[in-house]
Structures are given as C-alpha cells and as structure tokens.
C-alpha cells in the first residue's frame, strides 16, 4: 500500500485525495464526507477493508 500511497500523492496536483492510517480513522471520515472512490487495504490489521 505504501508504493500505491507515493504514486497517489505524486498526482495530488491533478486531484482532491485525502490518506488515513487505519479502518476507525477512514470510517469516521466516510461520517463525514462522501467519496467518489475508495482505495482500501484488503489485509488491515484487524480489518478486512469491506467494513465500509
């Protein structure tokens, strides 16, 4: 995930990203927001990335 999060944020300029660590940190900004697309780990600890 990490090699995906550089290549992501080199193209910052061309669009809108928010990154966060974590499953509890990324539902509660689903809370808040909406998305277009969600890039999610499928192995998080403790976490299988369809929680959302």
Known sequence: MSGL???L????ERLDMVFCDGG???LAML??????VVVSD???PGWTGRHC
Not at 9 to 12: A, L, V
Request: charge should be positive; glycine fraction near 0%.
């Open 31 to 36: 809370e808040e927001q909406s998305f277009d």
């Open 5 to 7: 999060r550089r290549l």
């Open 24 to 26: 509890e940190k990324a």
């Open 42 to 44: 499928m192995r998080m």
């Open 9 to 12: 944020r080199s193209m910052t």
